[in-house]
């Protein structure tokens, strides 16, 4: 069964810095591309970003570009989102997801929330 | 870059009919699949359609997908509409090395 478990949400005050994992199971998590995907408060879904297989290509929605980074540890199915220069738009629930082509499977999400 | 506009909410009664459309900004809405994710409250999405008409094993064959160029639109069409089919729904497709998603439609089953 694949499973995707998120951790390490929380409060955070503007200009903070946050790192979240995903621990990955059920899947070979090195044959897929990987993402991260949010969700404002009572909004829709926003697209963070995306990291290849051997994490060689990776993607941002240009509002995290230089702010946030993704990246993977194959050996320990594992994804994770360094996440610095917190704004408060960046309150949302993230939710990592696996990619066939198309976000297969989601995680349960983790709440981040940048306030003072 | 383009948009995926949704209507921001529908409506219709258990056993009907109901069909949510995903009209894309520019661009050939041909030119990029489109998935269809559900979202219950406090949940996580599921695809329910992938690859603009596929369904996943498990979803039911009441949800369909399609696709019309001379609209530039996606649909998800529900059929015989159960209380449980109750949700928000998402489109998504691609630009580039990108994802863009529709805002998302309140579907109400009353």
């Known amino acids: 069964e694949v499973q995707l478990v998120e951790s390490g949400g929380g409060l955070v005050q503007p200009g903070g810095s946050l790192r979240l994992s995903c621990a990955a199971s059920?899947?070979?998590?090195?044959?897929?591309?990987m993402s991260w995907v949010r969700q404002a408060p009572g909004k829709g879904l926003e697209w963070v970003a995306n990291?290849?297989?051997?994490?060689?290509?990776?993607y941002y929605v240009d509002s995290v570009k230089g702010r946030f980074t993704i990246s993977r540890d194959n050996a320990k199915n594992s994804l994770y989102l360094q996440m610095n220069s917190l704004r408060a738009e960046d309150t949302a629930v993230y939710y990592c997801?696996?990619?066939?082509?198309?976000?297969?499977?989601w995680g349960q999400g983790t709440l981040v929330t940048v306030s003072s | 870059n383009f948009m995926l506009t949704q209507p921001h909410s529908v409506s219709e009664s258990p056993g009907k009919t109901v069909t949510i459309s995903c009209t894309r900004s520019?661009?050939?809405?041909?030119?990029?699949?489109v998935q269809w994710y559900q979202q219950r409250p406090g949940s996580a999405p599921t695809t329910v359609i992938y690859?603009?008409?596929?369904?996943p094993s498990g979803v039911p064959d009441r949800f369909s997908g399609s696709i019309d160029s001379s609209s530039n639109s996606a649909s998800l069409t529900i059929s015989g509409l159960k209380t449980e089919d109750e949700a928000d729904y998402y489109c998504?497709?691609?630009?580039?090395?990108?994802?863009?998603f529709g805002g998302g439609t309140k579907l109400t089953v009353l």
């Open positions: 997801a696996r990619v066939s082509s198309w976000p297969d499977y």
């Open positions: 059920g899947f070979t998590f090195s044959s897929y591309w």
């Open positions: 990291i290849k297989q051997d994490g060689s290509e990776k």
């Open positions: 520019s661009g050939s809405i041909a030119s990029n699949y």
């Open positions: 690859e603009d008409n596929q369904r």
């Open positions: 998504q497709s691609y630009d580039s090395s990108s994802w863009v």
